[in-house]
């Protein structure tokens, strides 16, 4: 009996371990989740890709969008399917500060860099973790490109760009619904317009000149803060997958939001 306890007991404990891995691997993988005030985060898989812009190719590009580079993002994560909305943002923090006050389902704008740290901290805090935060900008790059090398995540006819974001060729002067047009292929709406969105990174111009291969964090200092992706206001120029704006985290705006990401360790 000595020798059968002394032999089961291993025995559970591997199998204990092997159910405990499998299941933190299925989490892991899990395409898509859900957090309990119903954001939607999609699946954004490891892996490399080209950071930047090509200036002999892209006659809009800036020279902050240089050099090209090769970044590797060497972990998964999940990305907001949508940019946060006002209805979100008034389950977290009790109050909508949005200057376009369209519906509950339009994008959260008017927030500051620093008022987003402040929504972060209170959802991690009401879904019991830290793992909310906001994007890197070659994660938000990562993102947005979704395998595309291309000016845009669809291509580089601009004639297209409608059907995926609102800008100022088609908003009609105002934010419109998160999710109401044409995802990229990794199943993210508005990337390229609705409203820039705050990612974690201070800005840099030169950053890309120096900028780590593996997963960029950006300077480790800086007075601006990196926006990201395109707006209802401002042209097809600035929805370019490689375009990047810079802003004071302080002020508001009303052409300003942000969507989440979730770390998945």
Same mark, same amino acid.
């Given at each position: 009996?000595?020798?059968?306890?002394?032999?089961?007991?291993?025995?559970?404990?591997?199998?204990?371990?092997?159910?405990?891995?499998?299941?933190?691997?299925?989490f892991?993988?899990?395409?898509?989740?859900?957090?309990?005030?119903?954001? #939607?985060?999609?699946?954004?898989?490891?892996g490399?890709?080209?950071?930047? %812009?090509?200036?002999?190719?892209?006659?809009?590009?800036?020279?902050?969008?240089?050099?090209?580079?090769?970044?590797?993002?060497?972990?998964?994560?999940?990305?907001?399917?949508? #940019?946060?909305?006002?209805?979100?943002w #008034?389950?977290?923090?009790?109050?909508?500060?949005?200057?376009?006050?369209?519906?509950?389902n339009?994008?959260?704008?008017?927030?500051?860099? @620093?008022?987003?740290?402040?929504?972060?901290a209170?959802?991690?805090?009401?879904?019991?973790?830290?793992?909310?935060?906001?994007?890197?900008?070659?994660?938000?790059?990562?993102?947005?490109?979704?395998?595309?090398?291309?000016?845009?995540?669809?291509?580089?006819?601009?004639?297209?760009?409608?059907?995926?974001?609102?800008? %100022?060729?088609?908003? #009609?002067?105002?934010?419109?619904?998160?999710g109401?047009?044409?995802?990229?292929?990794?199943?993210?709406?508005?990337?390229?317009?609705n409203?820039k969105?705050?990612?974690?990174?201070?800005?840099?111009?030169?950053?890309y000149?120096?900028?780590?291969?593996?997963?960029?964090?950006?300077p480790?200092?800086? %007075? @601006?803060?990196?926006?990201?992706?395109?707006?209802?206001?401002?042209?097809?120029?600035?929805?370019?997958?490689?375009?990047?704006?810079?802003?004071?985290?302080?002020?508001?705006?009303?052409?300003?939001?942000?969507?989440?990401?979730?770390?998945i360790?």
């Amino acid at each position: 009996m000595k020798n059968l306890r002394n032999s089961f007991l291993p025995f559970c404990i591997t199998m204990f371990t092997a159910v405990f891995v499998a299941a933190g691997f299925a989490f892991a993988a899990e395409k898509t989740h859900t957090n309990s005030i119903g954001m #939607e985060f999609v699946l954004i898989p490891a892996g490399s890709f080209t950071m930047g %812009s090509d200036k002999s190719k892209d006659e809009d590009a800036d020279d902050d969008e240089t050099p090209q580079h090769r970044v590797t993002i060497s972990k998964p994560f999940y990305l907001g399917k949508y #940019e946060v909305t006002q209805a979100q943002w #008034e389950a977290v923090i009790g109050n909508n500060p949005s200057e376009l006050k369209d519906g509950p389902n339009h994008p959260v704008d008017n927030v500051s860099w @620093d008022d987003v740290q402040e929504f972060i901290a209170r959802l991690n805090e009401k879904e019991g973790h830290n793992r909310y935060r906001l994007p890197t900008e070659a994660e938000w790059e990562y993102a947005a490109r979704a395998g595309s090398a291309s000016v845009y995540s669809f291509g580089n006819d601009a004639g297209q760009l409608g059907k995926y974001a609102w800008y %100022s060729g088609n908003s #009609e002067g105002t934010t419109h619904p998160v999710g109401a047009l044409e995802p990229n292929a990794w199943g993210l709406y508005d990337m390229h317009g609705n409203l820039k969105e705050w990612v974690q990174d201070w800005y840099g111009k030169q950053y890309y000149a120096t900028s780590p291969s593996t997963d960029p964090r950006g300077p480790s200092s800086g %007075s @601006d803060r990196v926006l990201r992706g395109g707006s209802w206001l401002w042209g097809a120029y600035s929805c370019r997958s490689a375009d990047r704006d810079d802003y004071s985290p302080v002020p508001h705006s009303h052409i300003i939001g942000f969507r989440l990401a979730l770390s998945i360790e």
